[in-house]
């Protein structure tokens, strides 16, 4: 149970508050509601691009790090496709470091060209790093790319290609910035010894003054229903098979969400869990395999993948992978296994709330969502999650219509 | 009122991070139990430490094929029995092992602490190391081990370790994945019957803990085999080679590791080089990220650290940069270390690596298992938790002519190995 308050500024910013009476540290996070999703689609990867240069320097402040390790502390950031977070832990006699930073950085951002060359060719560094210097590391490019037609989650948070980043300008940074970067598209979350009351009156303090225009609105187009199974096989590098299978499901707020949830856990939650049971340990299929979902806002992929143990046919795994999840819309959950669901998530939960660093970025993202009781109200909802409703959910996702499958293999020798 | 943003607002510099003692609670069996009270989380962490890691094997992967194996399976319960109870309890168990140990950690919630030693008894006391699951496991091992050596960095790793200590050193030897084909159940049981013993081990609860739970955990650990003393392992000097290169033809990326072999925790001068490591490459901002990452652009990363075995420890920096720059790259990560060698650290950037240090402790330390993971490496060197503070004061002493005088000692050019692995240039 995370105790939180909640404080508006007039110019719009939205400040969470949760009050750690054990830790001698500070844990200050700045969300903005912007991400992958609202790129332009000739320039994707933009949003990533902007967070590395939200750390090139202000006109106050040249060297946003330096500031933030005299105070011993740290920060860093990340890019999804719905939002981009900052964070900075600190100790705690040293909080207002940080509110002067995120405050200064939300207005007086100063990038040069010669700034903007290098800072992409480090994204572009990172694109090889993550992407293709790895087996199996375009995974997500192609998965996007095939599962998504129209929405803007057709492409991932590093850009479709690094030519886009190659080709951003100062005019892009400074349009972004100018309409993301604002106030009221913010919401800074704070986990520390004090008193909420002090946390809102530093949050009046350093951004009461900065100016907001309402925040912007982005109207995406939605994905169509898919209504024709969609298959691709590549062959790169890699020395064994592996298959990804996605399904469309529904938005972050909706029912689906936890049903979803639940049926990965099922499937690959740990050692007791169905796929690694039948599939790695007992008919010995594959080396490895997985089940999730994306939890995107909008919505989002139920996604499971294995990698093949050698010499075993593509077309036994994929059939192995079905077999599973018809099981799951066919046979009802017993309880107790649905028990020990609810107990996993209770406890990971719990382990979740340990730190000041990870309630910060908890009440930051569940008011991104807009239901902030949902930081503690959600373990009710997968609580709620019966062996019917599990069937219901598996039998109107898991079909073959709605599904988009991703071979990646070596090449032939 | 508007704020004054001209300045920093002023900073504290914590003096000293606290840190409790852990209790010793009992030896049972000469196993010493340490605690580490800390009421309110509802959680309970329990870490078994044992002296058995990968050093020890005479057979290559014996000693995380039994650590991985523990719980596949024992004389009352099947491996997805194990499997089943511990999920159902929502408790976290996790193994890990480097070259010196292997820790077994269990994770609960405070309600379902009974249940999860029981658990933890069979796992730990019981194992049956079936056939079938440890073929699983080889299998399935031998497969993510070739995977990983698609990747530069991870071959990188390998091939650095080989090459400061020597291929095959208990501390730089890898071995070919189809080891994992011959590796038998008899030599697994014979590890675990070697290692996994009272003399061999120590335990460290942290979270919500009271006596009625530290009765109930002495009395099983109580029941580990006494074990008889183990016959050190051979260590031969150290034979590291002054370059190593493999290539990677299509990489688009190489893996740079530079660094040499050094010494333990213990030794007069490792916290003093691991103050030299934190402004090489220890932080945003440090020396090589600085040259590497923000004026050129040729990595997304560059790292430095001082990495400590229980009978030796070793510096090492490491990079991916873009194939076209490796060569650029490496003349510079050899002239930012001449320049540490050769001019004194200006007092503003020693000052923020000391207080970069000290943040650090604090955020290793913050919740209530942090505090158990430095309990366990202070340990593992012989040192109590007044270590921390010791370690807080001699950073803080450190001077300028200082970190000139142990780069000069410890990072000439010639001492250094540079492994380097891509594409062909």
Known sequence: ?413 | MAPDRSRQPEVVIPQNVGIMNAELYGSPAGVRIYSLRAAGYGVVRVSFVFRAGSAWQTVPFCASATANNLSEGSRNMTAVQIAERLDYYGSYFDVSIDRDWSVVTFVCLTRFFDDTMALAKEILLEPAFPEDELRVYCDKSRQNLAINRTKVDFVARELFGRSIYGASHPYGVSSPESAYDTLSRDDVRGFYGKFYTAANCFVVVSGDVDDKKLETLARFVGELPTGAAVADVRFPEPAGVARAEEEFPKAVQSAIRVGRVLFPRGHADFIGMQVVAMALGGYFGSRLVRTLREEHGYTYGAYSAMVNFDRSGYIAMATEVGAQFTDAALEDIMAEVEKLRREEMPAEELALVKNIMAGEVMRIMDGPFGVADVTIENLQNGFDNGYITSFIEQVRGITPQRVRELARRYLAPEDLTTVVVGARR
């Open chain 1, 1 to 413: 149970m995370i105790t939180y308050s909640e404080h508006k500024l007039s110019n719009g910013l939205r400040v969470v508050a949760n009050r750690d009476r054990l830790s001698a540290l500070a844990a200050v996070n700045m969300l903005y509601c912007v991400g992958a999703r609202n790129e332009n689609p000739s320039r994707t990867g933009f949003a990533h691009l902007f967070e590395h240069l939200m750390f090139r320097g202000t006109r106050r402040i040249p060297d946003f790090d330096l500031p933030v390790q005299r105070a011993c502390g740290e920060n860093n950031a990340f890019t999804n496709n719905d939002y981009t977070d900052y964070y900075i832990t600190l100790p705690k006699d040293n909080i207002e470091t940080a509110f002067w930073l995120e405050s200064d950085r939300m207005t007086g951002l100063d990038i040069t060209e010669e700034k903007l060359e290098t800072e992409k060719s480090v994204v572009i560094e990172e694109y090889n790093q993550r992407y293709l210097n790895q087996p199996y590391g375009e995974q997500w490019l192609l998965l996007r790319a095939l599962a998504y037609e129209v929405h803007n989650y057709r492409w991932p948070t590093i850009g479709l290609t690094p030519e886009h980043v190659r080709e951003a300008t100062l005019d892009d940074v400074r349009a972004f910035y100018r309409r993301y970067y604002e106030p009221s598209n913010a919401i800074l979350s704070v986990s520390a010894d004090l008193d909420p009351e002090e946390v809102f009156a530093l949050a009046e303090k350093w951004f009461g003054g900065l100016e907001s225009s309402p925040a912007p609105v982005d109207t995406l187009a939605a994905e169509p229903e898919q209504r024709q199974a969609r298959r691709l096989e590549v062959e790169r590098d890699v020395p064994a098979v592996q298959i990804t299978i996605a399904f469309h499901m529904g938005d972050r707020l909706s029912r689906d969400y936890y049903c979803g949830d639940v049926m990965s856990d099922l499937l690959a939650g740990g050692t007791s869990a169905r796929m690694y049971n039948e599939l790695v340990r007992r008919r010995r299929l594959f080396s490895g395999v997985n089940a999730y979902i994306t939890g995107d806002v909008d919505p989002g992929l139920f996604v499971m993948n294995g990698q093949l143990m050698p010499g075993v046919e593509i077309a036994s795994g994929e059939e192995a992978m079905w077999g599973e999840l018809e099981r799951l819309a066919n046979e009802p959950v017993s309880a107790e296994e649905l028990e020990k669901i609810r107990n996993k998530f209770e406890a990971n939960m719990l382990y979740g709330e340990l730190n000041v660093m990870n309630k910060a970025l908890n009440l930051g993202y569940y008011a991104m969502l807009g239901d902030l009781e949902l930081v503690n109200s959600e373990l009710d909802a997968y609580r709620s999650v019966g062996a019917s409703d599990i069937m219901e959910t598996a039998g109107r996702l898991f079909r073959r219509e709605n599904s988009s499958t991703l071979v990646i293999r070596g090449g032939r020798d």
